[in-house]
């Protein structure tokens, strides 16, 4: 089965400025697919391309098997869009922006009344359906937002920083309405919050000066961090030094490091080599020298670390 969203050799230039370079990747249906990269990569104009709210200079975007350039209105009604910023009409209520919005899309009186009830439960906008947008606070005219692009339900939804602006509970809810949606839709969702990539995303793609540089699950990408097998412990009434020479004894280690801690409390991170598993070689050290060990644990990877290093270098550029 086809993926819902298919991009093959996406570009874009403005004037002299390549904001996109041949970007391809595919989203299946099922997939939440974090789209990264740094503020000038191109992450916006791809976005705003795969919506037909920007055209293309070159090659190809299929939603839901429609071109996007000689099907547009056919591409454009499998979408749900929440463009950054979530750009409102300031002196329309939610209550007329969504039956403005149904009317748009063609739904029946009872539809529009079923899925408005849905979205405004869902999206937690009861208490203001009923004021000017003008007055919401930058959290509200988010969720706002995010309840007219789902009003239609879509088999696809582009969300460009859909947590802007939110408080920490706020995030909580659109996240697990992100991943309850997740079954029957393809999703792409860009975000400079890499906690969210491990909260809803099955998979990322970075994009760095408008090339795609890296696509995997966050496991995947996270795994090309240093801190990937790393062990990280705290050891009581062991000073750095005295720890330092033992630990990097241990065949499997590379590298110590170490951080401050409170008096008495020695925390170190060690580094395999080829991020090989260590876990077993370090407890057995540990046991050996007869050290009191407070914590032990074996770290994944820090996607932060992976981003950082992939990105380093790039340009400003198209947003």
């Not at 408008?210 to 009581?236: C, F, M, Q, W």
Request: aromatic share 6%; hydrophobic share 45%.
């Amino acid at each position: 089965m086809a993926a819902l969203i298919e991009i093959e050799g996406l570009s874009k230039r403005f004037g002299d400025l390549l904001a996109v370079d041949d970007v391809s990747f595919a989203v299946d249906r099922g997939d939440v697919l974090g789209f990264l990269g740094p503020n000038g990569a191109g992450k916006t104009t791809t976005m705003r391309m795969i919506t037909g709210f920007l055209n293309h200079d070159g090659g190809r975007i299929s939603v839901c098997g429609h071109d996007v350039t000689s099907e547009d209105i056919a591409a454009k009604t499998a979408i749900g869009y929440l463009p950054e910023g979530a750009p409102l009409y300031g002196d329309m209520t939610p209550r007329a922006l969504l039956a403005f919005v149904a009317s748009v899309r063609g739904m029946s009186a009872s539809r529009a009344r079923e899925r408005t009830d849905w979205a405004v439960s869902r999206l937690g906008i009861e208490s203001v359906f009923d004021q000017p947008m003008d007055t919401l606070s930058k959290g509200y005219k988010r969720r706002v937002g995010l309840a007219q692009a789902l009003l239609h339900d879509p088999e696809v939804l582009i969300l460009d920083e859909p947590t802007d602006g939110l408080d920490p509970n706020q995030k909580h809810e659109v996240r697990s309405l992100i991943a309850d949606m997740a079954q029957d839709k393809a999703i792409i969702i860009s975000t400079h919050i890499l906690e969210e990539v491990d909260a809803v995303c099955s998979r990322a793609v970075i994009i760095s000066r408008g090339k795609l540089v890296a696509d995997g699950t966050p496991i995947e990408l996270a795994a090309r961090s240093r801190y990937h097998n790393a062990v990280t412990l705290t050891l009581r009434g062991i000073g750095a030094l005295e720890a330092q020479s033992s630990l990097a004894s241990i065949s499997g280690v590379a590298e110590v490091a170490f951080s401050d801690n409170e008096t008495g409390v020695t925390r170190c991170t060690l580094f395999p080599k080829a991020s090989a598993a260590i876990i077993a070689e370090v407890s057995a050290h540990v046991s050996s020298v007869g050290w009191e060990v407070d914590q032990m644990w074996v770290e994944s990877g820090r996607l932060e670390e992976v981003f950082r290093n992939i990105t380093t270098g790039a340009s400003a550029g198209a947003k």
